[in-house]
């Protein structure tokens, strides 16, 4: 049945046709899935496979979101061993919406820092050439068809950054749009439940499945959901500002230049009107985004200590034991970025650095809200490189790659990054950002430009209807 | 800003960690080099007069209704934890020496 060519419009047709059953699908995707699990490192877990005769959209979970009585280890060995005791609100909802989550994905750990796709115990490939970082587990497993969608979380722009890896589309909601209960973040404020899809459409079933009022979430904002598939084309002529300083930004590829700037002329040629403008923020939201998520990390990840769930260390008493455990259960990049977490929100440097950063964050915030005052959209690349080889690590607490697509998270803003273009066998993302609680709009614009990119998606190929 | 490194065993505390003598002084320079680039930024923006921003929507305070709900059983919530008896999680002594 080729699930690995088909979305999720034409599955559902086709078991409303009866052309295959559920247990056709489930044995395919496990069958399939196993075999690009092992070619490329996909999963953590697999779920048992069920059996049941709802029709179901196989899917896979990054391992950081809970689903009852299954191992969650956030890609960590301090949570090797633990098994949650309730499920992720926003899985919970994708499950009555047929999604059925088959597998939970490797990520970085705790899904801290760039999207590499290498965690203590599994390193994901990129399907797309060997020997590169496919950004996480979930991206590669969309890009490679062994599941339809797959859910994950986004504080800096790790779940945009893994999709542009992995060529992929990859939807970051507005914040409040999705329950958080039930996902072991790391950056309370930043973090979001989102969703990949192998198209706009895909990832837009997904993310309205998931999305809405959750009353044990006070982050969570109860507005309607307008975005269901079926996705309408835009109203009239799309304009879209398109910041300068990207040209400026640190680390960027030549390459990854050159396929932007040539998808920014194609688009201008199909009738999308870009305008170049200027937002500042660009070069400062990186920097100031690590110091806000590596202090909030501090914070959210000190119940990690050994006593009521996770692994312990033995101590000497107890101060050692939390000691001991964490220093044993965390690997080197987020014992990193807790210190320094620890180290610019002490005593003496609470007031030059935190404070500082949060009241950055409203300056940085009110300056991305000032463009898409006069464009609905801010277009920008993804990731500033192409995914790096496997072997290449993080230089510090500030990530890499998270120049373009921190400003969502600062302020909260709906974001999704599609495939642009390829350079090298590799491929390279573009990222739309879009006005609060804007999904609708952002998602048909972002089909609009996937029709006129007409990107090849690697499981996809020659796409069914 | 000069990080010492009495400064970083510092934070190692706050957060409960330790880092080997090896450790300490690459990670050093990589928080030098971290807050030094926060510093570049500081000169290119100039000050910043705004108020914070904690959480990016001006989160309310919500309340859930007032009536009684099963709490997690028991059982379910030791079930994770590294060392209980039937009731309560067990810890290390507290008092040091």
Redesign the interface.
């Known amino acids: 049945m080729a699930l690995e060519k088909m979305k999720i419009q034409s599955l559902k047709k086709a078991y409303e046709g009866s052309y295959f059953s559920p247990h056709e699908v489930r044995d395919e995707g496990y069958e399939k899935g196993a075999g690009l699990d092992e070619a490329y490192g996909l999963f953590l877990t697999w779920l048992p496979k069920k059996d049941s005769d709802r029709h179901i959209i196989p899917a896979a979970a990054a391992d950081n979101l809970c689903l009852e009585g299954e191992r969650t280890t956030c890609a960590s060995r301090i949570m090797e061993n633990y098994h949650s005791p309730f499920s992720a609100f926003a899985l919970e909802k994708a499950a009555v919406a047929g999604f059925e989550v088959v597998a939970k994905s490797n990520l970085d750990e705790f899904g801290i820092g760039d999207s590499t796709g290498v965690s203590p115990f599994k390193t994901t490939v990129n399907p797309w050439k060997e020997g590169h970082q496919g950004g996480s587990g979930a991206a590669a497993a969309v890009a490679s068809g062994a599941v339809m969608a797959a859910f994950a979380s986004d504080a800096s722009g790790g779940l945009r950054q893994e999709a542009s890896y992995s060529g992929v589309v990859g939807v970051k909601p507005t914040y409040g749009r999705v329950s958080r209960r039930g996902l072991i973040d790391y950056a309370s404020s930043l973090d979001q439940v989102g969703v990949l899809g192998r198209c706009v459409e895909d990832a837009a079933y997904a993310l309205a499945a998931i999305s809405g009022h959750d009353p044990k979430d006070p982050t969570s904002i109860d507005r309607p959901v307008d975005f269901d598939p079926p996705l309408k084309q835009p109203g009239g002529p799309i304009t879209m500002a398109c910041p300068r300083e990207w040209q400026e930004a640190k680390g960027l590829d030549a390459a990854v230049a050159k396929v932007f700037g040539k998808t920014l002329e194609h688009l201008s040629s199909q009738g999308i009107q870009i305008e170049e403008v200027s937002l500042p923020a660009l070069k400062w939201s990186s920097p100031v985004t690590a110091l806000i998520a590596s202090v909030e990390a501090f914070s959210t990840l000190a119940n990690f200590d050994g006593i009521r769930f996770g692994e312990r260390t033995r101590g000497e008493h107890l101060q050692d034991m939390y000691v001991q455990t964490r220093t044993r259960g965390f690997g080197p990049r987020v014992k990193e970025f807790l210190t320094y977490g620890a180290l610019v929100s002490s005593g003496k440097n609470y007031q030059d650095y935190f404070l500082w950063a949060q009241k950055c964050r409203r300056f940085i915030r009110d300056q991305v809200l000032a463009l898409l005052e006069n464009s609905f959209f801010i277009i920008l690349p993804t990731v500033p490189f192409a995914p790096p080889p496997l072997e290449e690590k993080s230089p510090g607490p500030e990530p890499k790659g998270h120049i373009f697509t921190s400003p969502a998270n600062l302020a909260g803003l709906p974001a999704v990054s599609l495939p642009a273009g390829i350079h090298d066998a590799l491929p390279v993302g573009l990222q739309l950002i879009g006005r609060p609680f804007g999904e609708g709009p952002l998602l048909q614009a972002a089909a609009l430009l996937e029709d006129i990119i007409s990107f090849p998606g690697l499981a996809l190929g020659e796409q069914e209807g | ?1 000069k ?1 010492t490194r009495e ?2 065993q ?3 505390v ?6 080997s003598a090896e450790e300490t002084e690459p ?1 050093r320079q ?2 030098q ?3 030094e ?2 510093q570049a ?2 000169e ?2 100039g000050p ?10 001006e ?1 309310k ?2 309340y ?2 007032d009536r009684q709900e099963e709490p ?1 059983p028991r059982e ?2 030791l ?5 209980t008896d039937s009731s309560c ?1 067990h ?6 020496g």
């Open positions: 800003m990080i400064e970083l510092a934070a190692a706050d957060a409960r960690l330790d880092f990670l990589k928080y080099e971290a807050l680039k926060i930024v500081k290119d923006m910043v007069d705004t108020p914070p921003l904690f959480y990016p929507q989160v305070n919500t859930r209704n997690l379910k919530a079930a994770n934890a590294p060392d999680f810890v290390p002594r507290i008092i040091e």
